[in-house]
């Protein structure tokens, strides 16, 4: 019976992955602020179909060859091959029924539309954790702004190279092409993204020395924003590139904010 049940869970998760996908793809074409929160509920269906997806087939396959109060060799590579039989199967779907991203005309984005803005790659952390994150950070006119990306990021140029296996949809670089993100839906989307007004800013400082995390070495140093409040953020710089460059340039869009 249980069997049984991980079968269905398996065949649900596929099309609600991707009716979940086609939905985040409409609202990419048209970001409607109503619909944040029912995005973000899209976003995580996806993830949840993804892990059962996953689990479910290894989970059939330990239960294949399974004698009750001791796990066998026949199990083990069972339960290996439906999860590495899931994970295989995933792109192939993907390229069958997968949602296409489309080039969004410039004409028809909002000034502050993430498409129109200069923007890099950084990682930074999250506010009270010790948890780090990679940033495609936006530089607008009002203020900076960093959406969590899951896109894999070259280690040369700091340009964003989407993976799908990795980075879904909702956290996706392109996925703020059309999206306002100055607005209040860019952090109602997703809580990791970050806002910080020009007018807030008390200093850009730049340290353009290697930054290690763990056993990673980045090589283009880091930009620390500090805030008249006191707070700072620390924007550590994904690709080779000169650092200082980057800091005079945020510096003056701080200073004509001020």
């Not at 410039?106 to 990679?134: N, Q």
């Not at 296996?165 to 989307?189: I, N, W």
């Amino acid at each position: 019976m249980l069997t049984l049940f991980l079968i269905v869970i398996t065949l649900v998760s596929v099309p609600l992955y991707f009716f979940c996908d086609r939905a985040l793809q409409r609202f990419r074409g048209n970001p409607d602020p109503r619909l944040a929160a029912a995005m973000r509920r899209y976003d995580m269906l996806m993830r949840l179909a993804r892990i059962a997806f996953v689990l479910s087939p290894a989970t059939i396959g330990f239960m294949i060859d399974w004698d009750r109060g001791a796990v066998a060799t026949d199990d083990i590579v069972f339960t290996l091959l439906g999860f590495f039989g899931a994970i295989a199967l995933q792109y192939p779907l993907h390229l069958l029924f997968g949602a296409r991203s489309t080039p969004l005309p410039l004409e028809s984005l909002p000034p502050d539309a993430g498409a129109r803005l200069t923007f890099f790659a950084a990682r930074s952390r999250r506010a009270g954790t010790i948890l780090r994150y990679d940033y495609k950070v936006f530089i607008a006119p009002a203020m900076l702004c960093g959406a969590e990306v899951e896109d894999d990021v070259d280690d040369e140029t700091g340009k964003f190279v989407r993976d799908f296996k990795k980075g879904f949809l909702f956290r996706e670089t392109a996925f703020y092409d059309a999206v306002d993100v100055t607005s209040p839906m860019f952090c109602e989307l997703n809580r990791l993204n970050f806002q910080i007004a020009w007018r807030d800013v008390a200093s850009i400082e730049c340290d353009p020395r290697p930054k290690w995390l763990g056993f990673t070495r980045f090589p283009s140093g880091r930009i620390i924003v500090r805030l008249k409040s006191g707070a700072a953020r620390e924007l550590i710089l994904l690709g080779k590139r000169d650092a200082r460059p980057l800091r005079d340039a945020l510096q003056r869009v701080a200073d004509r904010a001020a």
